[in-house]
């Protein structure tokens, strides 16, 4: 499994100022957003929540299970985010929460005007280049995800902001605020274009250069090669990417690699080493270090776990 990256944890309410055992709720109002904090104390199933406004969920403790869009219903747990859209109902199960073992979600409501005037600053800013021109927009067939690293630093300060005493908080939620919402497009626009870059290699530059990323993962990537692939100059496609998709090209290409890792050491006839391989590593220490960041255990270790399963199953 993935490393988690967690919310800190928010103090539990006083059980004198609890008003409901079930999605109990405290409100934080602020200019552009509300922070909702729910927690839950006994088991309930089947219960229902709307937001008028776009909500952007993470779970600090406990398990919830939702149902939401009409699709399978899914575990949602700690480390993991839910976007949701206006006026949405998610249903929600609360299948082993107790007195002493509370489930806690926290919810940011996100005004549809600060979303809009936010997507318009990302077409006027990103959309310069005619050839990697798209309407940026939250979209909602990724609505549960695993955070990211700096999507739970962002959310930790909302929740400091929004829950503190200081004047100036409004001014910090704008910035964290904006940044989150960028971060969750840039991350979804990379998805989408990984997802197309297969079928159209030719369509734009983002999917040539990622269809050429995934053609060769096996091979040494030079970013010079890249950026010569895109017709720009080295510093040019470095900013390019990132402000497109919100990581470095290394970074994109070390995940595609330890996401081949991973489909390989399935087989027991591979050794890490001949994955390191591979997967284009000629140094094996150091795919042994990313992997282990990426999912919190070793590639030998992974093996071992998929073998048992396989063997189980």
């Not at 403790?61 to 839910?82: A, Q």
């Not at 053609?215 to 692939?229: F, G, P």
């Not at 390191?276 to 270090?289: K, L, P």
Request: charged share 25%; proline share 4%.
């Amino acid at each position: 499994m993935p490393v988690k990256n967690y919310l800190h944890k928010i103090d539990l309410t006083q059980p004198k100022q609890l008003q409901t055992l079930v999605e109990n709720r405290r409100v934080f109002n602020l200019q552009n957003c509300e922070l909702n904090v729910f927690e839950s104390y006994q088991e309930a199933y089947r219960v229902p929540l709307t937001f008028h406004d776009l909500v952007i969920t993470s779970m600090v403790r406990g398990k919830k299970v939702m149902h939401l869009f009409d699709k399978p219903s899914f575990d949602y747990l700690p480390g993991e985010t839910v976007i949701v859209p206006a006026d949405e109902t998610m249903v929600i199960d609360f299948p082993e929460a107790e007195a002493d073992k509370p489930t806690q979600c926290i919810a940011l409501a996100v005004d549809a005007r600060y979303v809009n005037n936010t997507i318009q600053y990302l077409d006027n800013y990103y959309n310069s280049d005619p050839d990697t021109e798209h309407n940026w927009k939250l979209q909602f067939n990724q609505y549960h995800f695993a955070n990211e690293n700096e999507v739970t630093d962002l959310i930790n300060k909302l929740i400091r902001v929004c829950s503190g005493g200081d004047k100036a908080k409004n001014i910090y939620a704008d910035l964290n605020l904006k940044e989150l919402l960028i971060r969750l497009m840039q991350s979804q626009h990379l998805l989408q274009v990984s997802s197309e870059s297969g079928e159209w290699n030719n369509h734009s530059r983002l999917h040539h250069i990622l269809h050429y990323i995934n053609d060769n993962l096996t091979e040494k990537i030079a970013v010079d090669t890249l950026s010569r692939k895109a017709y720009m100059s080295r510093n040019d496609f470095f900013r390019w990417f990132k402000e497109q998709f919100g990581i470095t090209p290394l970074e994109y290409i070390n995940r595609e690699r330890i996401k081949l890792a991973k489909q390989l050491l399935i087989d027991p006839k591979n050794t890490v080493t001949s994955v390191a391989m591979q997967c284009g590593f000629t140094d094996v220490n150091y795919f042994v270090r990313l992997f282990r960041k990426a999912e919190g255990i070793t590639p030998g270790a992974y093996q071992s776990c998929s073998l048992q399963h396989n063997l189980s199953a």
